[in-house]
């Protein structure tokens, strides 16, 4: 006869077997000593202990446990609060006053640069008048097709514009802890030529065009900004030319023809009076010499060695625009013999004279 | 993560809001703690050490309230785990106790619910069976003997599986026989 296990001997002592199981273990138990033996003993092992009860008052210590987080929590998040409420006025205070020094620093902020100012002579062909005026960075020019113009920057650049010329001064300014200028144009259309007077330790400027950036480090050059491509004939000097699309870069040599197009910058070598365009900006300053006041151009060009910065800054100011005063400006011209551009002028001088001779043939 | 005072403040409330309350923890305190108890008495031997953990129970439920809400139904059965867990790290923390001949002593003297001598002498030598057992064959045994907790509901509590429920259980209940039988006790019977 097989005996019951002990599992099941407990189970039925604490009634969880099921009925059917529990029926057959109470049948097999009257017939079998052993078992009966087994089960009296394992009900006495599982038989109700005697409960035992805490001796101290734990409910207590658990209260106090609870009231003290509960503080604790209370004084730790509502810190915050409690501390606005109570120096809400000292806080607002504070506070504005704080506001009012920033925007007091903010105003009293200088910033370490000045301003350059231009100045731009615009001669009309059909009519003898020529227009003075300062313009400030900023400014944009945009040239008749009919008319010229010379732009001084402050006698370390001079820009002669052809009729149509679209040009911005985008950047003109002198930083007085580096003490440099830096000027900045954007050519979007039209044909000029451009000279600069200063080197690059006293003045960084460049020309943004839709196709390049010319980065001109003391130089003569011709630009011509057509739908078509950017073209640089440089007369002396030197020139980084940047392709604005690739970031091709490279240092253009004298005596060359450059074209810039989205994709690549080209270059053959090239007589000045082989290009037209060259010709035509030359000739458009031959006819403008002949209404230009040559007396304050010729002052201007006197302060180009003058890279003092500020004062030649006020000193470039034109009130009034008089016809030449040729053997005046001789004079002035010999005077001037330390003048690097002497015999540029020279040049230029001669020529007039010849037409006005010419002229007064006539 | 920074918090604005606002969100602070909210959280301050909803803090209060979760965290158990006072009424609660009495009336858990009331239900629960005779038999968890008991049952970390006759887990660890020691009835001060069983009243330490009693109390340490309840103030990790307080603790626990704080991060996340209490399912009031399962509740008892966090209480077990707790009181299970505390238990064990004192035993692990204690491996030499024989203490219970010793605490016996401490048992109320106004017991009413058994005078008879032999079942008396029989529980004494369960209980110093018991202590020769390991912590979870002790464990499932107290919990069948006092609770008459189905395996499932043992398994459940001390995440085990069922089958080891009934492995331990059958050689736990093994072995207190045989310490019975070794003490003389089937003759009695």
């Not at chain 1, 529990?22 to 009966?36: E, G, M, P, Q, R």
């Not at chain 1, 000027?183 to 030529?193: E, R």
């Not at chain 2, 995440?159 to 259980?169: A, F, G, M």
Request: aromatic residues 8%; hydrophobic residues 35%.
């Amino acid at each position: 006869m097989k005996h019951l296990d002990e599992l099941t001997l407990m189970a039925l002592a604490q009634n969880s077997l099921h009925e059917d199981d529990a029926n057959k273990a109470t049948l097999h138990i009257k017939n079998c000593s052993i078992c009966s033996k087994k089960l009296q003993l394992i009900q006495a092992t599982i038989a109700p202990q005697k409960p035992v009860e805490p001796s101290r008052d734990i409910l207590s210590s658990l209260l106090e446990y609870y009231s003290k987080t509960e503080l604790r929590n209370e004084s730790i998040l509502n810190a915050i609060y409690r501390f606005i409420q109570a120096y809400k006025r000292s806080l607002a205070f504070s506070a504005a006053i704080l506001i009012i020094g920033i925007v007091i620093a903010l105003i009293s902020f200088k910033p370490d640069y000045k301003s350059i100012p231009h100045i731009l002579y615009i001669a009309g062909k059909t009519n003898n008048n020529v227009t003075t005026q300062t313009i400030n960075e900023g400014y944009r020019i945009i040239l008749n097709e009919a008319d010229s113009a010379i732009l001084m920057a402050n006698n370390d650049i001079k820009f002669r514009l052809a009729g149509g010329v679209d040009l911005t001064i985008e950047k003109s300014q002198y930083n007085r802890t580096i003490e440099k200028k830096k000027f900045q144009y954007i050519l979007t259309n039209g044909i000029a030529n451009i000279k600069s007077y200063s080197t690059h330790d006293t003045m960084h400027y460049e020309i943004k065009t839709p196709d390049a950036v010319i980065l001109p480090l003391g130089t003569e050059f011709y630009i011509n900004v057509s739908p078509d491509g950017t073209h640089i004939y440089i007369v002396e000097g030197n020139v980084m030319l940047k392709n604005a699309t690739t970031s091709e870069t490279i240092e253009a040599e004298t005596g060359k023809l450059y074209t810039i197009s989205k994709n690549e910058i080209t270059s053959f070598d090239v007589e000045k009076y082989a290009l037209q365009w060259v010709n035509d900006i030359d000739m458009s300053f031959e006819h403008l010499s002949d209404r230009m006041d040559l007396g304050e151009y010729s002052s201007l060009n006197s302060n180009i060695n003058d890279n003092s910065g500020k004062e030649s800054l006020q000193e470039s100011r034109i009130e009034d625009v008089t016809m030449p005063d040729i053997d005046k400006e001789t004079k002035i011209l010999k005077n001037k013999n330390d003048n690097k551009d002497i015999k540029e002028l020279h040049n230029d001088m001669h020529q007039l004279k010849q037409e006005l001779k010419h002229k007064q043939g006539k | 993560m920074q918090y604005n005072t606002i969100q602070l403040i909210e959280f301050g409330q909803n803090f209060k809001k979760n965290m158990i309350s006072r009424e609660e923890i009495i009336r858990l305190y009331s239900t629960h703690y005779k038999e968890i108890f008991n049952y970390i008495y006759h887990l660890t031997g020691s009835y001060e050490t069983a009243e330490d953990i009693l109390q340490e129970t309840f103030i990790n439920l307080i603790e626990y309230s704080k991060k996340t809400i209490i399912n009031l139904d399962t509740v008892k059965s966090l209480l077990y785990r707790t009181a299970h867990n505390l238990s064990i790290n004192y035993l692990k923390k204690n491996e030499k106790f024989d203490k219970l001949d010793d605490t016996i002593n401490y048992l109320p003297a106004n017991n009413t619910v058994d005078d008879d001598i032999l079942i008396q002498e029989i529980q004494k030598e369960v209980s110093n069976a018991l202590q020769k057992l390991d912590a979870i064959s002790r464990s499932i045994f107290i919990l069948k003997r006092d609770n008459n907790y189905t395996n499932e509901e043992i398994a459940k509590l001390l995440h085990i599986s069922e089958r080891t429920v009934r492995r331990k259980l059958q050689s736990a209940l093994s072995h207190i026989l045989s310490h019975l039988k070794n003490k003389g006790f089937k003759e009695n019977l």
